[in-house]
């Protein structure tokens, strides 16, 4: 019934990459469980993936190719011009822009010549936990010190190089379940003092890295910005067991933080409790990034259940890209066949209206993020 492929794009959430292509192997084809030594086991553990059979198919149609990983990684390392290329990729799928993390990978990749080969609008997006590991790394132990640095360097971000919102991964870290008895300075002084102490266990620094959690609310709130949380799942080193973002209720409802936009990234697989905090707390939104596009076969689930509570203004496409353009075209390719058959069928049952269809998927795939970020 629906057709959304005239609808442009913002990717919520991607990373800069590097540019560097193999000729024997197009590291956008991985996922994030990605192949780190390259073994023929791990290789064979991708290629036996949904996602990667689909995204060589759907690329090698782009390029021009056989759909085998090998002809797909040629023709990409036989494309010219890095910039013109992604220029007519992201075209094809109207892709205007993305909203990007900076803090991945490290060391940071370069912003201006990323630009150049990247034709579309950046957002960028501040990471605050390479300064935190800076300031441990200096051994900085004067808590005052500490923090007016650390807050610092979000205000610089903000006012004078162009950052349009604050990201964290503590979920990475020491997880999502915030202790709210870590607010106080002198909870944060104990905190920091605990992890100079023991700088290789990182859940000595859990209290310091709770009360900056708490800070960034309360800075992001000034200085009218939203903050980003990673939630659901990541990278193998992610604490599983806290990464629901469920965890940060307590947190985000109290009346200190209420007014603080923030926004749950990923989510997947949590979607429906992220769905509901969306629903019911009037200062979180949800992004389906990374479930969006390498949990394929989850794809229309993903955004059924994001619709199942929460309003449709509150919901943010986005990939996840991270070594690769290819990425956020493909995200962008499923988003809106997926889209199109949800609301068919919610169509059908009677809960929207024909109209209603597209006015649903432009806000998912473009206009909540222009009202964010004032794109």
Request: aromatic share 10%.
């Amino acid at each position: 019934m629906y057709d959304f492929r005239e609808i442009p794009v913002i990717d919520n959430h991607c990373h800069p990459y590097l540019f560097e292509v193999n000729p024997a192997r197009y590291e956008p084809l991985d996922t994030f469980v990605g192949t780190r030594d390259g073994s023929a086991e791990s290789i064979a553990h991708r290629d036996a993936m949904i996602y990667q059979r689909w995204a060589t198919r759907e690329l090698a149609a782009f390029l021009g190719c056989a759909p085998t990983i090998e002809a797909v990684a040629k023709a990409r390392a036989a494309v010219g011009d890095e910039g013109t290329y992604v220029k007519r990729l992201f075209a094809s799928e109207g892709v205007q822009g993305l909203v990007i993390d900076t803090g991945y990978p490290q060391p940071p990749v370069d912003m201006t010549r990323f630009r150049e080969r990247v034709p579309t609008t950046l957002y960028p997006v501040y990471r605050i936990e390479p300064p935190i590991k800076a300031l441990l790394d200096r051994r900085v132990s004067d808590f005052s010190e500490f923090v007016r640095a650390f807050e610092d360097g979000i205000r610089r971000a903000i006012r004078e190089e162009g950052f349009i919102a604050v990201k964290s991964i503590i979920a990475y870290r020491t997880g999502l379940d915030l202790d709210l008895a870590n607010e106080p300075d002198g909870m944060g002084a104990a905190g920091l003092a605990m992890a100079l102490a023991e700088p290789d266990r990182m859940m000595a620094s859990k209290a310091l890295r709770d009360h900056l959690i708490f800070r960034v609310l309360r800075l992001c709130r000034d200085l009218d910005v939203s903050f980003h949380i990673h939630t659901g799942i990541g990278d193998p080193d992610i604490v599983l067991a806290r990464c629901n973002p469920a965890l940060l209720n307590e947190t985000l409802k109290q009346p200190q933080y209420r007014e603080t936009r923030v926004v749950l990234i990923h989510c997947y697989p949590y979607v429906e409790e992220a769905s509901w905090m969306a629903s019911a707390l009037p200062n979180v939104w949800m992004d389906l990034s990374e479930g969006v596009p390498f949990a394929l076969v989850a794809t229309d689930r993903i955004f059924e259940k994001a619709l199942d509570l929460a309003p449709f203004n509150r919901i943010f496409f986005g990939s996840d890209a991270f070594s690769g353009p290819e990425q956020t075209w493909l995200a962008a390719k499923v988003s809106k066949q997926a889209l199109a058959r949800v609301l068919g069928t919610l169509h059908e049952r009677g809960y929207i209206t024909a109209g209603e269809g597209p006015e649903i998927a432009e806000a998912i795939l473009i206009g909540n993020a222009k009202r964010m970020y004032g794109a």
